[in-house]
DNA sequence: ATGTATGCAAAACATTTGCACCTGG
DNA sequence: CCAGGTGCAAATGTTTTGCATACAT
């Protein structure tokens, strides 16, 4: 039952924040835009405006429930916030994104931070390349240009 | 002389395309948005249109001249491409940007990706944070909210 | 001269906001 | 019941595009 995370949250249980809620996390794709989940409520036959679904999504980013990307496309994406920090790796050909966690990355950009006199409060790294999965388009090729 | 660049990069010399481009190189601020370059147009008394802005900025991109990121606040900034790569810091307070190489990000960003079957195309790495400068409003805090 | 580049205004696009109405606790 | 949430439409801010004109080669 999503209501208690949304109370926890701080949030009213609502429709419209339970379902987008259940959205982000029944979704095989873990990073949706506003317009992703805005289009399968109307498959889903509910009544709920895209205006709520930005101001939902971002109530959730306040509360932490959710991560805001602004990947390459200008878009924005929404994660479901769950397990802890961790950076993306999108294939340019199809889309398809993984993520991953590097100690070693973590550990340097701190050493940048101190050294340049920042102290950090996030941060965002995007690896943007070509898969080999064989669902991807543009798989064998060399270096799409 | 700019026009020797913009014939390199195989662009035609127009007074846009050098104006846009002096901008960029006389800038104390290595990262420009259109506005910027725009509002600096205007102000130089330059009778250029802000779509040429655009339009201008993104020939330089596609023929190498410029990076063009997409910083958290939404709008995309351009930077003339002089030297290698690099990654960004920026100021959450007061903007400031710098700029840094880690060989060992790069170096464990290509582990990453080859680990996961992913040939690397480019990257984004920023990381945002609060500087020290004495001109930062911010200045001394702890870790602003 | 000729094809490309430009200026302007209008369009496109993602996102936000105002306001009257509806809903959850 | 009442504060807060929502739908719709209109506003916003950034970037793109259509088209007639101007310019570089």
């Not at 039952?1 to 959205?23: C, F, H, Q, S, W």
């Not at 992703?36 to 429930?65: H, K, M, N, P, W």
């Amino acid at each position: 039952m999503e209501g208690n995370d949304l109370r926890k949250a701080g949030l009213k249980v609502t429709l419209p924040r339970v379902k987008i809620l259940e959205i982000l996390e029944n979704s095989p794709n873990r990073h949706l835009s506003a317009e992703d989940i805005y289009r399968r409520l109307v498959d889903l036959r509910e009544d709920i405006g895209l205006a709520t679904v930005y101001r939902v999504l971002t109530q959730f980013e306040s509360a932490g429930l959710v991560t805001r990307h602004h990947f390459a496309d200008g878009m924005a994406v929404f994660e479901l916030n769950a397990g802890p920090h961790h950076d993306h790796i999108l294939c340019l050909d199809c889309g398809h994104v993984e993520e991953f966690v590097d100690a070693g990355i973590e550990e340097r950009q701190n050493s940048v931070a101190e050294r340049l006199g920042f102290s950090i409060s996030e941060h965002a790294l995007v690896i943007y390349g070509h898969c080999q999965r064989t669902s991807c388009p543009h798989r064998g090729k060399k270096t799409a240009d």
